[in-house]
Nanobody, 120 residues
């Protein structure tokens, strides 16, 4: 069983920033691709960003240029820096682990989720 623990969610005004963190076991972070998904009320869960074992990244079109995914293997943490937030970014954000070193593999573990609310 792999435990992924998210933190950093909260309430922010439109145009503001938040940084989400996901703590993962060191053995996992150095070997597998990781990602962030989100689910807004009444909508399907969607990929936000992913990062391979080697550091290559992939983003949803809706967040390109605003969000940045990164990983710090020394700190056993994956980050999602979110800038220029919009009300439509409001969702529960989930940290995920992929079954392989690339994000073309399947997601096999999910965190518990952290709420992000963008509102004035």
């Amino acid at each position: 069983q792999v435990q992924l623990v998210e933190s950093g969610g909260g309430l922010v005004q439109p145009g503001g920033s938040l940084r989400l963190s996901c703590a993962a076991p060191r053995s996992i972070l150095s070997m597998y691709a990781m990602g962030w998904y989100r689910q807004a009320p009444g909508k399907q869960r969607e990929l936000v960003a992913a990062i391979t074992r080697g550091g290559s990244t992939n983003y949803a079109d809706s967040v390109k240029g605003r969000f940045t995914i990164s990983r710090d293997n020394a700190k056993n943490t994956v980050y999602l820096q979110m800038n220029s937030l919009k009300p439509e970014d409001t969702a529960v954000y989930y940290c995920t682990k992929y079954s392989g070193s690339y994000y073309y593999s399947q997601v096999d573990y999910w965190g518990q989720g952290t709420q992000v609310t963008v509102s004035s």
